[in-house]
């Protein structure tokens, strides 16, 4: 049962264009969000989070959005960079649990 | 500050076999979580230990199984191989200062299992 999904397994950007990779969960106990991002033969590596008293968080070219009603998050990347193509995973978290959730992943290309 | 190591990098077994897969958390991480990565289907949780106990456990059989060092060091174990226990597992370690706290991951590089 996927509680997180990313329903875009890819996505291919322009140099310098925005990038909005999608997420979706189900479980309304979530309430801390994370995205992750994946190079090749390396570990997923932190890159934003939120939490669920707000609806947006920036950090950079990263903004993270939530949508608590409709369940759904988004993470924009502007503008995009081709050092930015690897795959991104987003995770979700309950407040009384350790365990973190993760989507199926988005693998971005930034085209140069 | 080293970030989190797995080891081994990549190991070949056959069906049948067993097989335990190390990793060493960032110093002063207590919490260790193990996750199986295949095509299509994501970070799948497999377990958490924090001070040496396992407490939370996601829906993989008993097969596999973990324990964790007074170090914080963290090992998994898989028994008798399927073919399907070919993926990537990582493993992430998190301060986990307390019990309900929100904490990063850092994710180590992985240990890429083929079963044959």
């Known amino acids: 049962d996927q509680q997180v999904k990313q329903n875009s397994p890819s996505l291919s950007v322009q140099e310098g264009r925005i990038s909005i990779l999608n997420c979706d969960y189900t479980?309304?106990?979530?309430?801390?969000f994370l995205w992750y991002k994946k190079y090749p033969a390396e570990g997923p590596t932190f890159l934003i989070s939120?939490?669920?008293?707000?609806d947006k968080n920036e950090d950079g070219r990263f903004t993270v959005f939530l949508n608590k009603s409709a369940k759904h998050l988004s993470l924009h990347i502007v503008p995009s960079q081709p050092g930015d193509s690897a795959v991104y995973f987003c995770?979700?978290?309950?407040?009384?649990?350790?365990?973190?959730?993760f989507g199926t992943g988005t693998s971005l290309t930034v085209i140069p | 500050k080293a970030g989190v190591t797995q080891t081994p990098r990549y190991l070949i077994k056959t069906r049948g076999q067993q097989v335990t897969l190390s990793c060493s958390p960032i110093?002063?991480?207590?919490?260790v979580s193990w996750y199986q990565q295949t095509p299509g289907q994501g970070l799948q949780f497999l377990f958490e230990?924090?001070?040496?106990?396992?407490?939370n456990k996601g829906n993989f059989p008993g097969r596999f199984s973990g324990r964790q060092f007074s170090n914080s060091r963290s090992e998994m174990n898989v028994s008798t191989l399927e073919l399907g226990d070919s993926a990537l597992y990582l493993c992430?370690?998190?301060?986990?200062?307390?019990?309900?706290?929100?904490?990063?991951?850092?994710f180590g590089p992985g240990t890429r299992l083929t079963v044959l």
């Open positions: 992430a370690s998190s301060l986990a200062a307390s019990i309900s706290s929100y904490n990063e991951q850092f």
């Open positions: 479980n309304s106990m979530f309430d801390y």
């Open positions: 939120i939490s669920s008293i707000k």
């Open positions: 995770a979700a978290s309950a407040y009384t649990g350790n365990q973190f959730y």
């Open positions: 110093s002063g991480h207590r919490s």
């Open positions: 230990y924090f001070s040496e106990t396992q407490r």
